[in-house]
């Protein structure tokens, strides 16, 4: 069964790069009953939206919020 | 953003005496484009880490930009174009640094070790560790304090870390690239993308989320 230091660096290394069938799957799994591990999955994605945020994706000023994600 | 401006109205900075002799359209521009200077080396500032080269990469960016203005049709996107050509060029200048003879490879990176204590024996999350929903985090991003945070803790990341994960999540690149640029390994790539978004994370929730310094 993975843990939840294995869980963080597959979900980081998802933001990267295919994963191979049985690590999506254990990682489904882990996620599925970790709050924890989806709570890190979704902070994540939120680091990606803020950098593009940072690097002025929009013409706002300040940057607006994006729609929910 | 209004495509044009009516003149009476609003208060365009006159133009340098470069500017008077640059196409109409380029001189708008150049108005437009001085609007976001401040931002352009907040940014390059984060990426380069040098005042000096930051600089230069506005430059040679606004430059670059006042040099299309005329094939440059569409001017609501105007600032992610400037910022587009900027990306470009803060690559350029990696490059050109990574090439260097005298160049000497930023060692500071997080270690291994560094996250440890967030994790138990079993490798699962200590108690006070385990994430805590962010609630609804975008909200911050209207928020001008967050924005000095997200700064704080991006500056906080080893030079080597920093770098490698800036690479990717704001100027763009795939992590091939980043790896052939760096002469890294896939491998040693993801490692440190994995720990800059650790320590991002750690710090963000620190200093932002669970400190009482979100409004």
């Given amino acids: 069964m993975m843990n939840c230091k294995q869980a963080v660096r597959l979900m980081s290394d998802e933001m990267d790069r295919d994963l191979p069938g049985g690590e999506r799957f254990a990682l489904r799994l882990h996620t599925l009953i970790c709050t924890g591990c989806r709570n890190y999955r979704q902070q994540l994605s939120f680091l990606r939206q803020a950098c593009q945020q940072q690097v002025a994706a929009n013409d706002a000023t300040p940057p607006s919020a994006p729609p929910a994600a | 953003m209004p495509l044009k401006r009516a003149e ?100 500071e990176e997080i270690d291994e070790g560094d996250f440890d204590p967030l994790f138990r024996a079993n490798g699962h999350w200590q108690g006070d ?39 990717r999540e704001m100027l763009g690149l795939e992590t091939d690239e980043i790896c052939e640029e760096l002469s890294m390994s896939s491998n040693h790539c993801w490692v440190v993308l994995h720990r800059a978004r650790m320590g991002l994370r750690v710090c963000l929730d620190q200093k932002w989320f669970t400190s009482g310094e979100r409004a």
Avoid at chain 2, 14 to 42: D, N
Avoid at chain 2, 76 to 105: C, G
Avoid at chain 2, 152 to 165: D, E, K, S, W
């Fill in chain 2, 8 to 107: 009476s109205t609003e208060q365009t900075p006159s133009p340098s005496s470069r500017s008077r002799s640059l196409p109409p359209a380029a001189a708008t521009i150049a108005a437009e484009l001085a609007g976001f200077q401040r931002e352009m080396l907040r940014f390059a500032v984060l990426q380069l880490r040098d005042q000096a080269s930051a600089e230069d990469a506005v430059q040679e960016a606004m430059l670059a930009a006042l040099q299309g203005a005329d094939r440059f049709g569409e001017r609501a996107k105007l600032k992610t174009w400037v910022f587009a050509i900027l990306k470009n060029k803060i690559v350029d200048i990696i490059r050109r640094r990574v090439r260097e003879p005298s160049y000497q490879e930023p060692a």
């Fill in chain 2, 129 to 167: 560790s385990r994430p805590a929903d962010w609630g609804d985090p975008e909200k911050s991003f209207e928020n001008q304090r967050f924005w000095a945070v997200f700064d704080t803790c991006l500056n906080r990341l080893p030079a080597g870390t920093a770098r490698v994960f800036m690479m």
